[in-house]
């Protein structure tokens, strides 16, 4: 099972996991959560619809060809959350779990960098954009690298 989906609906990590398991022996997944830092009330998350799910496709197909998962899953939050809420979810499920493992942290580092979302976060009065971290480039780099 590959699923892919981008939406402004609450992301239901259970249910998402419950589908991963149904297909592997190892089941690895990651919950992103909006955070607080510096007082951000609210991110909003544009995307490029078409483009967007176009790009974590070959994200989940290229981790699926590298590691052989029988599934894997993104599902990722647009639109407007307060701190606390489920942002994103990837799962990765194969046979063994260093293959769902690594699936898992390739697919959340090549998220941060190549897949075309735009993030806007408010603190008090101001609304600004959120630009890249060069921390989330290295990280996906040494997966390109190895």
Do not use: N
């Not at 259970?14 to 990651?30: N, P, R, S």
């Not at 919950?31 to 989940?60: I, K, Q």
């Not at 697919?107 to 735009?118: E, G, M, Q, S, V």
Request: charged fraction near 25%.
């Amino acid at each position: 099972m590959i699923r892919v989906l981008v939406s402004p609906e609450a992301i239901d990590a259970a249910a998402e996991m419950a589908a991963l398991e149904a297909d592997g022996g190892a089941v690895a997944t990651f919950t992103g959560l909006v955070r607080a830092d510096d007082g951000v009330s609210v991110l909003e998350l544009e995307h490029y619809p078409g483009a967007t799910e176009a790009a974590l496709m070959r994200l989940v197909e290229e981790a699926r060809a590298r590691w052989g998962l029988t599934a894997a899953t993104i599902v990722h939050r647009v639109g407007p959350m307060r701190p606390g809420e489920r942002i994103v979810f990837v799962g990765t499920a194969s046979a063994h779990r260093a293959a769902a493992l690594e699936a898992c942290a390739y697919l959340i580092d090549r998220l941060k960098t190549d897949a075309p979302f735009w993030k806007r976060e408010t603190v008090g009065d101001e609304t600004r954009w959120v630009e890249a971290r060069a921390h989330d480039e290295a990280a996906a780099q040494r997966w390109r690298d190895g």
